[in-house]
């Protein structure tokens, strides 16, 4: 199924085609479920001359199988990508194209190259050899060191608006509940999709997080479910549940889940404090899978939210107290 909202980042890049501007290195950003990797696997598919580029991004995405592609990602047991396989990776595109008509090479994410990784393709992203084209696909831009970023042509995969979005969603499968969905995902359709597995999830930790400012539950019994949830999903729907809180609080006619915290309980929290609180998710958010204690960390954050936010005051280091946040 085409990806409606990527037709405008297909034709930037075939206007670049014609106009003989195409860079050596590009860095995908966007908000996860955006489609970065559907792009990704169009612009293998466009460089390479294979079938489909004339289609344009699709879902579900399939990534092209080509002896010139190279595409990188963690190990099945890992969440980083070592250092080995980019020396692997680079190794591969000094090597004569196979058919003569270039290489591309994926990094899937870029944020989760370790450091010593990152280090070891920076002369080539520099200097690609022959026509190589470097494709960066980075979820979180904060993980990646500026020399990386520095090197490589940014394009932003912007999120189409809300009822394209449903539309799309509906075409793909009739649901009544894709508003919820789209709205647990912060608005990325692709997200959407697998959000909407989860809404009881959701649905379920709405009321805990309300239940946890009126005093009716306890930080560490909730910690210790969350922490069997993954960790990055917990955290997005910190984030994106405290975005609503504040538009809340700051006007009054944010959208707040059903089953969130009353007006009484948002009028003993200071706005600040929550921006303070929404800064500590988004650092953790900002760090690699496993540098931290997930129960300890879900804990701590518990403790402050049922705490009404006292102890998270505006100039304090953000989430000092929280094991592993890298200030």
């Not at 990386?148 to 009822?163: G, H, K, N």
Request: aromatic fraction near 8%; hydrophobic fraction near 45%; glycine fraction near 8%.
């Amino acid at each position: 199924m085409k990806i409606t909202w990527l037709q405008e980042f297909v034709f930037g890049w075939s206007t670049r085609v014609e106009q003989a501007r195409v860079p050596h290195a590009v860095m995908l950003l966007g908000a996860a479920g955006s489609g970065k990797r559907a792009a990704a696997a169009w612009l293998a598919r466009e460089r390479l001359g294979l079938a489909g580029a004339e289609d344009g991004p699709s879902y579900p995405v399939e990534l092209p199988e080509h002896a010139d592609l190279f595409w990188v990602k963690p190990p099945p047991d890992k969440h980083a990508i070592g250092i080995e396989q980019i020396r692997e990776l680079v190794a591969d595109l000094s090597l004569t194209s196979y058919e003569g008509g270039g290489k591309v090479a994926v990094i899937e994410p870029a944020n989760a190259m370790t450091a010593s990784a990152a280090n070891s393709l920076l002369k080539t992203l520099e200097e690609p050899p022959g026509d190589a084209l470097m494709i960066l696909i980075a979820d979180r831009i904060g993980r990646l060191p500026a020399t990386v970023q520095s090197r490589c042509q940014r394009i932003r995969i912007e999120l189409p608006d809300e009822s394209e979005s449903l539309d799309w969603l509906g075409q793909y499968q009739a649901a009544p509940d894709w508003p919820e969905a789209l709205r647990l995902a912060a608005n990325a359709p692709l997200a959407a999709l697998e959000a909407r597995d989860r809404l009881e999830r959701a649905r379920s930790m709405d009321d805990e997080f309300a239940a946890l400012a009126a005093a009716r539950l306890s930080p560490i019994d909730v910690a210790a479910r969350w922490a069997r949830y993954e960790p990055d999903f917990v955290l997005d729907w910190l984030c994106h549940s405290v975005q609503r809180y504040i538009r809340r609080a700051a006007c009054g006619d944010g959208e707040v889940p059903a089953s969130g915290p009353a007006d009484s309980v948002l009028s003993r929290i200071d706005r600040r404090n929550l921006f303070c609180y929404l800064d500590t998710i988004n650092r953790l958010r900002g760090q690699a899978a496993g540098s931290f204690n997930v129960q300890l960390t879900f804990e701590s954050l518990l403790i402050d939210w049922a705490g009404g936010l006292a102890s998270c005051q505006p100039g304090h280091a953000p989430g000092e107290r929280l094991p592993g946040v890298a200030e």
